[in-house]
């Protein structure tokens, strides 16, 4: 090989080398995950005297398809039977667990019973709770906004008569189209049902 030739070959090597590098350079960073929880706040005074005697054992809560997931749901206004989830934000718990735990310190708070447990504990209840989600979800669009509805059923425990049985749905507005806006407002709805199911448990 001629010294014309490899000079040519080793400014070529240096080109590519140089271009492969700059590419490597100017790729994108990979996104951040986030995270995020829902947190239920009960904004009242607690109970003087409970509303149910005796223990609360609270289920995990159920939830099917995308709704079960930690990745955060979300659906485009306008289509409300299409729903996808976000690659890079996601739910701290599985939601049927984090709105489980959720509901135990809310009545614990509330002062609606003796005890309210998990059936982790193994302890004998009086009653049983139970919980499903249908909805939790992020609604894009010209309004945005976010969407959660829960169905929630008490029954007892020996002879497993049903108590309670109520669904409550909340749609509300979002303070803006990023996902931390559409949380924000979820909790805010939670707190209210789980303010009504207390209330509605006050008028067994």
């Known amino acids: 090989m001629t010294t014309g030739l490899k000079r040519l070959r080793a400014a070529t090597i240096a080109l590519i080398t140089l271009a492969v590098t700059a590419a490597c350079g100017s790729a994108p960073p990979v996104p951040e995950d986030h995270f995020y929880r829902l947190q239920a706040d009960y904004a009242s005074e607690p109970m003087a005297t409970n509303i ?5 054992e609270v289920d995990r809560f159920v939830a099917d398809g995308l709704t079960s997931e930690r990745s955060i749901v979300y659906s485009q206004s306008g289509k409300p039977n299409q729903v996808k989830t ?106 209210i049902i789980y303010s009504d199911f207390v209330a509605d448990l006050g008028k067994l």
């Open 86 to 191: 976000y690659h890079y934000h996601f739910w701290i718990k599985p939601p049927a667990v984090m709105l489980r735990d959720e509901i135990v310190s809310f009545l614990r708070m509330a002062n609606i019973a003796k005890a309210i447990v998990t059936p982790e504990l193994r302890v004998q209840a009086d009653y049983v709770l139970s919980g499903k989600i249908e909805h939790l979800e992020q609604v894009r669009g010209e309004n945005d906004r976010a969407l959660i509805e829960v169905e929630l059923s008490l029954r007892g425990s020996a002879d497993g008569k049903l108590l309670f049985l109520q669904s409550y749905r909340i749609e509300n507005e979002s303070g803006g189209p990023s996902v931390a806006s559409a949380v924000d407002s979820l909790n805010t709805a939670l707190s």
């Open 52 to 56: 149910l005697s005796g223990t609360i």
